[in-house]
Every structure is written in structure tokens, then in C-alpha cells.
């Protein structure tokens, strides 16, 4: 079928059919030729890396698997001069310290509570992360209420003793509260059924949860000085992540207000923050922060960074949540004013899902940086996994050649797992949401 | 420069007018882009608004829901003045449907989702009903069929039809219309000017920009012609083709019209 220039004038007689694509060379031999060796510079590179690989991966195997010890109860299975092996991984040295890197220094007859506590978090975090789970609202619920309770009462062992002085505080607050929304009801010149209902709901909340944490459940007390390891690690990010995401976006839109006091404040603060480093901000935190409260509040010493953590990277977040939230086209923010929705509406409805999902990638990456942040509170005098490592590399019943590498070797392979399982799970909702919804 | 319509009507506020421009001036900067404009529509009218390009047609109507602020002058919508009260601002964007060049579809919802959204949030009307409403209208517009896809899988004109339903759903009393047909693809500007044309026919007040002369003469009770932020010439579409008066105007005309 010719349509060539030469013929002045062309009329398709008959519909030309799909036809498949030309059947090209396909399968292995093809792949490598095509991707490794398509030119003198690229079979250079290959050849270069292959080396490398060579040269690298086969001593780290040997290291790590081949010739580590396995098993041992102290250093003699890891010298060579006491009988054992000592050119490779001393694992025998964490299977005898797992408990401590787990729990820190957490009373050892109740570390069955801690262990409750993962599970309770596992469960938490599967629900509202697995994108088809039944009922996420309940699972929403449980994790940001009911958890954080349980986690409470579990880990400090509850009963928080509060005096009577204190309910009879809890009660006047809970009058103000309630006459403060009736009285905004009433200016608003709005119903004043729901606000009564809505006021009464928060200072309901906020008095079970109070009443929970002083019930006495007979748990012994443990005392967050004893706390460390993995606990110490992944309550310090969990609590940084779920609390830096919504701070973050907040900020974020704050930065963007048009009320300059708004926006000033947001400024200042995001840029104070990511103006100095993390280990500044835990340091004011631990030593300042009890110097501007008043003198018979203390905050507790795991607390302090813990609040140094989620602040530091909800400035992050926010000039993340902000860049996704420039990306925004106007006509979106059009398109929902036309409609007569309001701000709130038009931000929570419209304009958010649509600005995170564009900025998933930054939002995972500033999770996956503050989960290796938390070993900085290390600094504070906070047992994480790193600095219980740490402290036991230097235990004389374990010194050994090896224990220092094998220890960090530990260390790299449980920050990878956790930072490698964000990264992958944010991958799949992003190709999961990018289905859906092709533009 | 105003005409006369205007002076008889434009003063007595509580005419039974759907939209009146009284004395209106906007400023973007130092740039004076809405000049003395005065316009009073009824309820029913058709008015097409055309001009050339940066001639504020576009920033006149967006004045009209308040996606644009006036900075001099009186916008009165369906017996709500426009100021600066959030309250009002919403009651007339309520009550004002606009549909965009560019569509504006809210890509992360389904076409059903779209049409819901806004009369279950502000009007706070049961979902159910929400969706009875929003498939009544898909089908007004021809594509209920496509009610569960997302507004990305949809041809131009497809697209631009959902954002006419997704108006409608919310009952609006006044429509206006930015340059509807000038994203499209030739083949899709019949679609979208039919559903605009069956829309007028059922008596709804509309405003639209647009340079779609031939929609003009059929629906329009009168056509606007705008240059440099100013109402230029203003007449039925019979007497504004046949006979313009404006120098301008009559050169504007002769550059669209082969």
C-alpha cells in the first residue's frame, strides 16, 4: 500500500487492521546484549561493576554467613585464642543481648507487656495500612486513641495517681469548656444542640482517657529511665510520624494563609527549626524546656525528646506538604469556590488528597529520615537501639575482635528492614492511587 | 459608553434582576482592568459576552461569584450584594453554577463523586439523594454511563459536560459560562454547545463568554461586546451582527466572522 508523493490523489479504499508489533528478538540473550553490552563504553561500565561486585559481595557473604559464629555464651566463641572463630560475624553475641537491644534495661518479669505493646502496634499500623482493611474509621479510632492509652497503661504500668485536686481541675475545665461552645453557639447564632453535643463529647473523651490512665490495673510501675532499645526506637518515630504529618500540614497551610499573623508565625517557626540541627532542638528540649515550665511540673526525661522529634520534623513536613500544595492548579481551588464550598471543605475535600499524593515520595522520605534521626536521642541520654548496641560492645564478658562490627551489622540490617518496608509500601499506594485514577 | 438598558434598570436594587453590575471597577495592580462597568440581567436572560483577548470579560463574570474581587462599585446577585462577608459570598456562590474553560474536575474523584460532592457538603442533602440528583443530570448530559469513571478517562467534551452536570446538581439559579468550548477539540464543541443550548431553553439565566457566534444568534437575548475592561456596544444578536455600531466592534466582527 503506497501513499508516496508522486500520486497526486488518495482515497483509503479499505480499513487498515491492528496488526501485533514486529516480532523481535526477545528473551535473556537479548536483555543482555541490549542492556549490558550495547556499546564499547557500556560493555567497559559492565565489565567495571561485574569487578566490583566480585571483588565486595563474596567477603561480606563470608563474613556475615559463612564463617560467624553462630552460637556461644560468651567471648571465648569469638576469639581465636580462647578456641573459637574469629574472622567472621559474632551472632552468638546478639542472640545473648537481643533481650537488652529489644527492651533496654525494662524490668526483665514484665517485658511481656512490652512485648503486648508491639503486638498492639502491629496491629494498629496493618489496619490502617493495608489500603482494603474492614472498618479503617474503627482502626483510625484505635489507633490514635485507644492505642496510645493501652501503650500508656502497658508500658509505665498506668495508675497515674492523679489527686483529687486535680478531677476537681478536670471538672472546672470541662464546665468551661462546654460553656464556651454554647456561648460561640449562641454569638454564631447557630443551634445549640450539636455544640453541646460536640463539647460534651471532647470533655467525655478526655475524661476516659484521664480515668484510664489513673485506674490501677495492679501492673508494677517501670519508669521510663529503664525503657531503651527497639521500644525506645520505634516509639520515638511512631509518635514523630503520626504527629509530624498533621502538625507539618497545618504549618503548611499556614505558611500559605493570607492572616499575617498566621503566616508569620508558621515562618518563623519552620524556619527556626530547619534553621539549626536536631541534636540543638533535643538538647533545648531536655535542658530548656523544664526551665520555662513552672516549677512543680516536670516533664519526663523520654517525653522531652520525644516532643523534640515530632517538632523538628513537622517543619520538614510542612515545606514538603507545601510544595505539593504549590503544585495545586488554580482552577482546582476555582472549580471548589464555584461550588460554594468553604475553606476547610474546599482543603480537606479537594485540594489535600490531591497535593499528599503528589508529595508521597517527599513525605516517606522525611519518615524514613526521622526513623534514623531517633537514634540522635541517644544524645539525651536515651537508650535506642544504637546505644544499647553500644553499651554492650564495651561489655568486657563480650569483647571480641568482631562483636563492634557484628553489632552495627545488626544495627544496619533493622533500620534497613523498617526504612526499605516504607519505601516499598509507599511505592505500591502510589501505583495503586495511579491506577485508579489516570489523568 | 453604557447603554440604555442599563440606566433604566441598574439603579433600583430590588428589581427583579438576577445579576446587577452597578458602577463596577477592579484593578489588578496599577492595571485598570474593569472600567465603569454597568450591566443589569434578568432572570431568564441569555447574554453572550465577547471581546478579544484581555478585554476583562472573563475577570467580569468571575467578579460575579467572587472569584474575582470588585475594588469599586456594587455587585448585586440575586438580591445579595457582594462585600466582603464570607456568609453572602457563599449564599450567592450557592446559587451561581460555573462551569471553566479548563473544566476543573476534581481528578482524585469519580464522576458520581464530583457531582455529589458540593450538595452533600453544602447543601448537607442525604448521599442517596445526592446521587438520584447527579444521575438525573448525567443523564440531562448524555453520559451516565460513565458515572463511576474518573474524569481523566474522558474526552474533552465528555469532560466539559460532567462539569455542566456537576453545576446543575447544585440547583443554581444563574449559570456562567468562561469560554466553555475554547479547550476543546473542534470535533467536541457541538456536544457541550447542545447541552448549553437545551439548558437556555429551559429559561435558565445564563452569562457566558464565549466566541461561538453561532450560539450567539440562536439563544442569546443579547450580546455583549467588551475591549479594554469596558462594555463597548450591547444589543440583540440580530441588530449587534447586522448592524454594530462601534468602530471597534465592527472590526472585531470582521476578524471572526470569514
Redesign the interface.
Same mark, same amino acid.
Given at each position: 500500500m503506497s501513499t508516496t508523493v508522486d500520486i497526486p490523489r488518495f482515497v483509503r479504499a479499505k480499513q487498515v487492521e491492528a496488526l501485533p508489533p514486529p516480532n523481535l528478538a526477545r528473551g535473556p540473550i537479548a536483555w543482555v546484549r541490549e542492556n549490558l553490552f550495547s556499546g564499547p563504553f557500556n560493555t567497559l561500565l559492565t565489565l567495571v561493576v561485574f569487578y566490583l561486585l566480585y571483588v565486595s559481595v563474596p567477603p561480606l557473604v563470608k563474613f556475615l554467613f559463612i564463617d560467624a559464629v553462630w552460637s556461644g555464651t560468651d567471648r571465648a566463641a569469638c576469639r581465636a585464642d580462647m578456641g573459637g572463630s574469629e574472622t567472621g560475624a559474632c551472632w552468638a553475641f546478639i542472640r545473648e543481648k537481643l533481650g537488652y537491644f529489644t527492651y533496654g534495661s525494662y524490668t526483665v518479669s514484665e517485658r511481656w507487656r512490652v512485648d503486648i505493646f508491639f503486638a498492639l502496634l502491629a496491629i494498629g499500623v496493618g489496619w490502617l495500612l493495608w489500603l482494603k482493611a474492614p472498618r479503617r474509621d474503627l482502626g483510625a479510632v484505635y489507633f490514635f486513641w485507644l492505642f496510645p492509652i493501652l501503650s500508656y497503661i502497658l508500658l509505665t504500668g498506668g495508675n497515674s495517681d492523679f489527686s483529687g485536686r486535680f478531677w476537681i481541675g478536670f471538672l472546672i475545665f470541662g464546665v468551661l469548656l462546654i460553656a464556651l461552645f454554647a456561648f460561640v453557639a449562641a454569638i454564631l447564632k447557630t443551634s445549640l444542640r450539636p455544640a453541646l453535643i460536640i463539647a460534651g463529647g471532647i470533655v467525655a473523651v478526655i475524661g476516659i482517657t484521664l480515668a484510664l490512665m489513673d485506674i490501677d490495673f495492679g501492673l508494677r510501675h517501670v519508669p521510663t529511665s529503664l525503657w531503651g532499645g527497639i521500644l525506645v526506637t520505634l516509639l520515638v518515630a511512631t509518635v514523630g510520624i503520626v504527629f509530624s504529618l498533621p502538625f507539618g500540614i497545618l504549618l503548611a497551610l499556614g505558611r500559605r494563609s493570607k492572616l499575617p499573623i498566621v503566616r508569620m508565625a508558621s515562618v518563623i517557626f519552620i524556619e527556626f527549626v530547619r534553621g539549626v540541627p536536631l541534636i540543638t532542638v533535643l538538647i533545648m528540649a531536655n535542658t530548656m524546656l523544664p526551665l520555662f515550665l513552672p516549677g512543680d511540673m516536670t516533664v519526663d526525661r523520654l517525653l522531652r525528646p520525644l516532643i523534640g522529634t515530632a517538632l523538628f520534623a513537622s517543619a520538614y513536613m510542612a515545606e514538603v506538604v507545601r510544595g505539593g500544595l504549590q503544585a495545586m492548579p488554580k482552577g482546582q481551588y476555582e472549580g471548589a469556590m464555584s461550588l460554594g464550598l468553604n475553606y476547610p471543605q474546599m482543603m480537606i475535600l479537594i485540594i489535600l488528597p490531591q497535593a499528599l499524593r503528589i508529595v508521597i515520595p517527599g513525605i516517606v522520605n522525611t519518615f524514613i529520615g526521622l526513623f534514623k534521626d531517633t537514634s540522635l536521642v541517644a544524645i539525651v541520654g536515651i537508650f535506642d537501639v544504637v546505644k544499647t548496641i553500644e553499651a554492650s560492645r564495651i561489655d568486657p564478658n563480650w569483647a571480641a575482635p568482631t562483636i563492634g562490627l557484628t553489632g552495627y551489622a545488626f544495627a544496619a540490617l533493622f533500620y534497613f528492614i523498617f526504612c526499605f518496608g516504607m519505601s516499598r509500601y509507599s511505592l505500591g499506594v502510589e501505583r495503586r492511587l495511579a491506577a485508579g485514577q489516570k489523568r | 459608553m453604557t447603554s440604555q438598558a442599563v440606566q433604566t434598570s441598574a439603579i433600583d436594587p430590588k428589581a427583579e434582576a438576577a445579576v446587577q453590575m452597578i458602577d463596577v471597577h477592579k484593578w489588578y495592580g496599577e492595571f485598570h482592568v474593569l472600567r465603569d462597568i454597568n450591566l443589569s440581567v434578568r432572570r431568564g436572560e441569555r447574554i453572550v459576552i465577547c471581546g478579544p483577548s484581555g478585554s476583562g470579560k472573563s475577570t467580569m463574570i468571575r467578579c460575579i461569584?467572587r472569584?474575582e474581587e470588585h475594588q469599586k462599585g456594587r455587585i448585586i446577585v440575586d438580591g445579595t450584594e457582594l462585600t466582603n462577608d464570607?456568609k453572602r459570598i457563599?449564599e450567592v456562590?450557592?446559587d451561581?453554577? *460555573?462551569v471553566?474553560q479548563?473544566?476543573?474536575?476534581?481528578?482524585?474523584l469519580t464522576i458520581l463523586e464530583n457531582c455529589t460532592?458540593?450538595p452533600i457538603?453544602?447543601k448537607k442533602m442525604p448521599k442517596k439523594d445526592a446521587e438520584e440528583i447527579a444521575m438525573h443530570y448525567l443523564k440531562r448530559v448524555k453520559i451516565p454511563e460513565q458515572a463511576n469513571k474518573?474524569p481523566?478517562?474522558l474526552s474533552g467534551g465528555q469532560q466539559q459536560r460532567v462539569a455542566i452536570a456537576?453545576?446543575l446538581c *447544585?440547583s443554581p439559579k444563574i449559570m456562567l459560562f468562561d469560554e466553555p468550548t475554547s479547550a476543546l477539540d473542534p470535533e467536541m464543541v457541538k456536544e457541550v454547545l447542545d447541552t448549553m443550548v437545551g439548558l437556555a431553553e429551559e429559561g435558565m439565566t445564563m452569562l457566558c463568554v464565549t466566541h461561538e457566534m453561532g450560539f450567539a444568534r440562536q439563544v442569546a437575548d443579547r450580546v455583549i461586546f467588551m475591549d479594554y475592561g469596558q462594555i463597548v456596544e450591547m444589543n440583540t444578536p440580530d441588530e449587534f451582527f447586522k448592524n454594530p455600531q462601534h468602530e471597534r466592534t465592527k472590526l472585531f466582527l470582521s476578524q471572526i466572522l470569514h
Open positions: - | 461569584n472569584l464570607l457563599d456562590r450557592r451561581v453554577g *460555573m471553566f479548563h473544566f476543573n474536575l476534581f481528578p482524585h460532592l458540593a457538603w453544602v474518573y481523566g478517562q456537576r453545576s *447544585m
